[in-house]
C-alpha cells in the first residue's frame, strides 16, 4: 500500500501505525544506533510504480524506515514524498547486480553504488529485525 505522506495526516499516521506499528521509542531506536536509511539512488521500480517516479531524468532517491513489524520505503517525486508500507511478513529482499525490494507484487531496485556501500549495515540490521519478528510466536497472535 503506498499513500502520499508530504503533509502531515493523522488518518495516514493511523494507517502507517495500524500496519507497522508505532514509531520505535527513543530507547530503542539508540540501542538499533538509528532506524532510517541514508538515501539511496533508485535504479528501476515496476511498472505499477513508476507514477510515484520523476520522468524526466532526474534521480529518484529512496529510504527506508524501521517499524516493528515492518518497513516504510520513502519515495520522493518533486515536492511530494510517498511511502510504500510493507509488513516484514510481505518482504523479500534480493541482491544481485542491483539491491531490491519486493512486495505485493511491487518492486524498488536501488544501486550498489557508494551510498548502497553506507547502507550496507542498515540492511543487515533490516534482515536482523524481519528475522527476530517473524520468529516470534505473538506477532502471529495480534
Known amino acids: 500500500m503506498i499513500i502520499n505522506t508530504t503533509y502531515t495526516d493523522k488518518e495516514a499516521k493511523r494507517l502507517i501505525d495500524s500496519h507497522l506499528g508505532a514509531v520505535f521509542p527513543l530507547m530503542k531506536r539508540i540501542k538499533l544506533k538509528g532506524i532510517g536509511s541514508k538515501r539511496m539512488i533508485i535504479h528501476d521500480v515496476s511498472p505499477n510504480l513508476k507514477q510515484y517516479m520523476n520522468t524526466v531524468d532526474d534521480l529518484n532517491y529512496g529510504s527506508i524506515e524501521l517499524r516493528p513489524k515492518g518497513i516504510l ?25 542491483f539491491f531490491s525490494i519486493h512486495a505485493e507484487g511491487k518492486f524498488v531496485q536501488f544501486e550498489k553504488n557508494k551510498l548502497y556501500k553506507e547502507n550496507k549495515a ?21
Open 73 to 97: 520505503v520513502h519515495i520522493h517525486k518533486k515536492l511530494n514524498s510517498f511511502s510504500w508500507i510493507i509488513p516484514y511478513y510481505k518482504l523479500h529482499i534480493y541482491t544481485s547486480s
Open 122 to 142: 542498515f540492511i543487515e540490521k533490516m534482515i536482523v529485525q524481519k528475522n527476530l519478528v517473524l520468529n516470534t510466536t505473538d506477532y502471529y497472535e495480534g
